[in-house]
């Protein structure tokens, strides 16, 4: 038996009503979807060009450097804190990368620094500082200056390396310099990391360099005017230190007291000795550049530059830090 027309009339504007109640909820979902599309393309827009006026005025791309920051951090702090060797292999990383790029930077400056013994060198003096006393540290340091120097020696047999007596001896200055600046540098906080409880002093002071460079560019970019140093680092000011030693002064009693089981009055001289040495660090690192006519001494890390772009406040700081975790504790 077959439905009548009449039965089949209903049927079908029901099916009819409910195909249009779809269609309008696909339109709706459709015209939904291009308004969430477009406000965030807004959004996005907003956002791009409020960090294309942060990076014109302090030269990082923020949400990457924030990326990249959070990224070293964590590994740092995982490192001191769970298993104090595991700070050794954090170290050799981040001493040997910074090292390879600092040796390259000086090779584009018409200086030749084998990047071989380098690397070799600067592997070297991080267990050396971890497990020798401080004699064995110095003999590796002298033994990797040495090398670096030898093998510059035997590269005179190279027709194109033979040059000048006054570029080969610049050439042997330079390999010192980076074995000095990151490997040895860089070795006081394996040290200091390396003795009873040195650990958290290891952390006080990353965290209160990190904090630095933290305020240092928080107050540089708001109320920033008056250059320090314009013609090594245009972009640092005047402002953007006073905002830097507010933070050390902060940061340095807060960690003094609850961190080190220091008294507050130790906490100002952490502080001061910090912003002082991180602010020397970063005006060499920008000397440098400036010098080998660079914007920066890598690109490995969007939004920072290179690893010394970020180590060179802490290299310094870490043989201050040493010197104090000597006399104080």
């Known amino acids: 038996m077959t439905d009548s027309p009449e039965g089949q009339q209903p049927a079908a504007r029901k099916k009819g009503r409910a195909r249009l109640r779809r269609d309008e909820f696909e339109a709706r979902a459709t015209a939904t979807r291009e308004d969430i599309r477009a406000q965030l393309a ?3 827009a907003q956002i791009d060009q ?26 740092m702090l995982a490192s001191l804190i769970v298993v104090k060797e595991f700070f050794m292999i954090v170290a050799i990383i981040l001493i040997t990368f910074t090292a390879f790029e600092l040796a390259s930077a000086l090779w584009f400056g018409g200086r030749y620094v084998p990047k071989v013994p380098t690397i070799i060198a600067s592997v070297a003096i991080v267990p050396a500082a971890f497990y020798l006393p401080d004699d064995g540290r110095w003999l590796v340091f002298l ?12 590269a005179i047999a190279r027709p194109s390396r033979r040059g ?3 570029e080969f001896w610049k050439d042997i200055g330079a390999g010192t310099f980076v ?4 490997p040895f540098l860089g070795s006081f906080a394996v040290v200091m990391t390396a003795q009873d409880g040195g650990q958290w002093w290891t952390l006080a002071f990353l965290i209160i360099v990190v904090s630095i460079d933290t305020g240092a560019y928080a107050s540089g970019l708001l109320f920033g005017k008056h250059p320090m140093a314009p013609r090594i680092s245009p972009k640092k000011t005047w402002e953007g230190f006073a905002g830097s030693v507010v933070v050390a ?21 952490f502080g001061l000795t910090m912003v002082a040495t991180a602010t020397v660090g970063d005006l060499t690192e920008s000397l440098i550049k400036r010098d ?5 001494i890598s690109t ?14 802490v290299l310094p700081s870490a043989a201050a830090a040493y010197l104090l975790f000597l006399i104080f504790a």
């Open 42 to 44: 807004v959004t996005r």
């Open 50 to 75: 409020a960090n294309v006026k942060i990076e014109a005025r302090t030269g990082r791309n923020l949400p990457l450097a924030i990326l990249i920051g959070l990224v070293l951090g964590v590994g």
């Open 143 to 154: 033994g990797g200056v040495l090398f670096v120097a030898l093998w510059r020696t035997v």
């Open 164 to 166: 000048t007596a006054l």
């Open 179 to 182: 074995q000095a600046y990151v």
């Open 249 to 269: 002064l902060v940061g340095g009693v807060l960690l003094s007291v609850y961190m080190l089981g220091q008294p507050a009055w130790f906490g100002i001289i």
């Open 292 to 296: 080998l006519g660079i914007k920066d």
């Open 300 to 313: 490995w890390l969007p939004g920072h530059g290179g690893f010394l772009d970020r180590l060179d406040s």
